[in-house]
C-alpha cells in the first residue's frame, strides 16, 4: 500500500486520484448477506448512505444479519468507524477496510457505519473532524422519535432499528485514529446535543500522532515499509493549514496549544500499539497525556506488530486484537 500511494502524490503535493481509482481494490455492499472472516454461521448486511452529496459526505452501514441478544427491545452499539491513509487516502470501499468493518460488525457484535469523510490535499484540516461530528449527529437524529428510557424508537425496517445509540463507539485506525480523538473532544463539548446517544469508548488503533520533535521510535524506524517518517510529514504537510507546523494541535495533541481537556466528561479510551510501528512512541504519549488530564485510559501493545496488523486475520495478534476490543466494548457498555 505504501508503494501505491507513493506512486498516486506529484511532486506539486497534489494526487493522481485517476491513477489510484484505477488501481485501488473496492467491494460493494449491496444490501446481501456476506461472510464474516471465512465463517458462513456470521454474517452481516451492507449498504451505502449518501448525507451531502455536495460533499461527498456518505457511509457504508454494517448490520449483524442476526437479532440482538439480551432482553427484548435492547440493541446492538454502533460503532462509528473512521479509516486511515494518512488523511489523503483509501474510503469504506477499500477492500482492507470493507473488510475490516464486516468483522467489527459480525464479530462484535455491532452496527458499524464507516464514514467516508473529505481528503486532503483537496480539503485540509478541519474537513475530515467536521465531517466525523456531522455523521455522529445524523445517527443521533436517525430516529422518528425518543421512547421513554432515552432510546431511540426507530421506524419499523429503518437502518437503525436494531441500534442501541446510547452504546456509541467512535473506531479508528492510523490517521481514523486521530479523527477519533478530536471528533470525540468536539462531541463531549456538545454532549448534550447528541442525546440520547452517549459515547462512551473510544478505540485509537495505531492512531497518526506527531510533532516536531523526532521520538526514539521514528528514528529507530524510520524507513519501515508502509509508515515511514518521511511519508508521515508529507501527509502532515498536506493536510494541516498552509505554514502550519507539525506542532499544530490536530497533529500534536499533547502541546501547550492543545484544547484543554481536563474537565471534559471524556469516554474511556483504548489506544493500541505495534512494536514495529515508528509512530508507537507519539501513541504512548497521548496514552501518558490522557492519564495526565484524568481520562480512563487502557493501552494495549503487541510487540511484534507492524502498522495495520489487525487488517490481517491469519495472524495471532489480529485474533488477539478483537477478542481486547470486544472485552473493552462490553466493560464501556455496561
Request: hydrophobic fraction near 40%; proline fraction near 8%; charged fraction near 25%.
Amino acid at each position: 500500500m505504501g508503494s501505491l500511494m507513493d506512486l498516486c502524490r506529484r511532486e506539486n503535493g497534489t494526487v493522481n486520484r485517476r491513477l489510484l481509482n484505477l488501481l485501488e481494490q473496492k467491494s460493494t455492499a449491496n444490501g446481501k448477506p456476506e461472510i464474516v472472516n471465512g465463517d458462513p454461521e456470521t454474517t452481516v448486511k451492507g449498504r451505502d448512505v449518501t448525507l451531502d452529496p455536495a460533499k461527498n459526505l456518505w457511509v457504508r452501514v454494517f448490520t449483524p444479519d442476526r437479532k440482538p441478544d439480551g432482553l427484548p427491545g435492547s440493541g446492538f452499539p454502533v460503532i462509528v468507524f473512521f479509516h486511515g491513509g494518512g488523511f489523503v487516502f483509501m474510503s469504506p470501499k477499500s477492500r482492507p477496510y470493507h473488510d475490516l468493518c464486516k468483522r467489527f460488525s459480525g464479530e462484535m457484535p455491532a452496527i458499524v457505519v464507516s464514514v467516508n469523510y473529505r481528503l486532503a490535499p483537496e480539503n485540509r484540516f478541519p474537513a475530515p473532524y467536521d465531517d466525523g461530528v456531522e455523521v455522529v449527529r445524523w445517527i443521533a437524529g436517525a430516529g422518528k422519535q425518543f421512547g421513554d428510557d432515552g432510546k431511540l424508537v426507530l421506524e419499523k425496517g429503518g437502518l437503525f432499528e436494531t441500534a442501541d445509540t446510547s452504546r456509541c463507539f467512535l473506531v479508528g485506525d492510523s490517521a481514523g485514529g486521530n479523527i477519533v480523538h478530536h471528533v470525540g473532544r468536539r462531541i463531549a463539548e456538545e454532549a448534550a446535543e447528541f442525546l440520547p446517544l452517549k459515547v462512551v469508548g473510544h478505540v485509537l488503533l495505531q492512531p497518526f500522532f506527531g510533532g516536531e520533535e523526532r521520538l526514539p521510535s521514528e528514528l529507530k524506524l524510520k524507513n519501515m515499509p508502509l509508515v515511514s517518517v518521511d511519508r508521515a510529514d508529507w501527509h502532515w504537510k498536506v493536510f494541516l493549514p498552509e505554514n502550519s507546523d507539525r506542532d499544530h494541535p490536530a497533529c500534536n495533541v499533547s502541546s501547550p496549544n492543545s484544547p484543554d481537556i481536563s474537565e471534559l466528561d471524556f469516554p474511556a479510551s483504548l489506544v493500541v500499539i505495534g512494536g514495529f510501528d515508528p509512530l508507537q512512541d507519539w501513541q504512548r504519549r497521548i496514552f501518558e497525556w490522557l492519564k495526565k488530564n484524568g481520562k480512563v485510559v487502557e493501552l494495549v501493545e503487541f510487540p511484534k506488530a507492524f502498522h495495520g496488523f489487525y487488517g490481517f486475520p491469519e495472524i495471532p495478534e489480529a485474533n488477539q486484537f478483537f477478542l481486547d476490543l470486544k472485552a473493552f466494548i462490553e466493560k464501556c457498555s455496561q
